[in-house]
């Protein structure tokens, strides 16, 4: 089966640009989540959709935004690009999300996000 | 605030020299603990979830312990092929975040 996949795999943007970041989760799931990773550090969360309803938000500013579509696969959306905005963007899926976090969630390859 | 913090920061081991990693947490409620592996570049592989203190499970090299307050990755006789990034993640039972991540242990095996 497949895993989770993203597109696209790498991507340079300048500053006061717009990115969209693309994930499909595994065949059965239908939770997706979003998970920043600058260098150096472990993930940080982003959002978490379930049956295309916002779960959670983690702090991050409005100039990020999310939906989920009806075939469980998702987007990232991010406005007014900043150079701190540089890195690698992960989407995980797991099997449910509404109240069972304890759903293992398992991570695509990312998206590396370079801003200029 | 939940915290998770991981120890070392990075480990160097020569080829079957074995040893522990360290996740220690502090949070309201655990739901369940999580260990991944992380190659560079890479997004983390899912290894182990642990749900209750004196859990203990084990894939090949690898075995993850629980306890109220920490786990343990144990490495036995590593090989080269174990170089990677180990993070440590919580499910909490309360809060709107999926998981808390700690930083990592970067472990190099150097043959």
């Known amino acids: 089966d497949a895993g989770v996949t993203q597109s696209p795999t790498h991507l340079i943007k300048t500053r006061g640009q717009h990115v969209t970041l693309r994930c499909s989760p595994i065949s059965g799931h239908k939770s997706v989540s979003w998970y920043q990773q600058v260098l150096g550090q472990g993930p940080q969360f982003i959002f978490q959709?379930?049956?295309?309803?916002?779960?959670g938000r983690g702090n991050f500013p409005d100039r990020f935004s999310a939906r989920q579509f009806p075939n469980y696969s998702s987007e990232l959306n991010v406005n007014a690009l900043l150079l701190g905005d540089s890195a690698l963007y992960l989407c995980?899926?797991?099997?449910?999300?509404?109240?069972?976090?304890?759903?293992?969630?398992?991570f695509g390859p990312g998206t590396r996000l370079t801003v200029l | 605030e939940d915290q998770v913090t991981q120890s070392p920061e990075a480990l160097r081991l020569q080829e079957g020299e074995s040893s522990s990693l360290n996740c220690s947490y502090t949070v309201s409620g655990l739901r369940g603990l999580f260990w991944y592996r992380q190659d560079p570049g890479k997004g983390p592989e899912f290894l182990f979830t642990?749900?209750?203190a004196g859990e203990e499970k084990e894939k090949e090299r690898l075995k993850a312990t629980l306890t109220k307050k920490e786990s343990f990755l144990h490495i036995t006789a590593p090989k080269p092929e174990d170089s990677a990034t180990y993070l440590c993640?919580?499910?909490?039972?309360?809060?709107?975040?999926?998981?808390?991540f700690g930083k990592g242990t970067r472990l190099s095996v150097i043959a």
């Open positions: 959709y379930y049956e295309k309803e916002e779960r």
């Open positions: 993640a919580v499910q909490t039972l309360s809060g709107n975040t999926p998981l808390v």
């Open positions: 995980a899926s797991s099997f449910s999300g509404q109240g069972v976090f304890t759903d293992t969630q398992y």
């Open positions: 642990l749900y209750s």
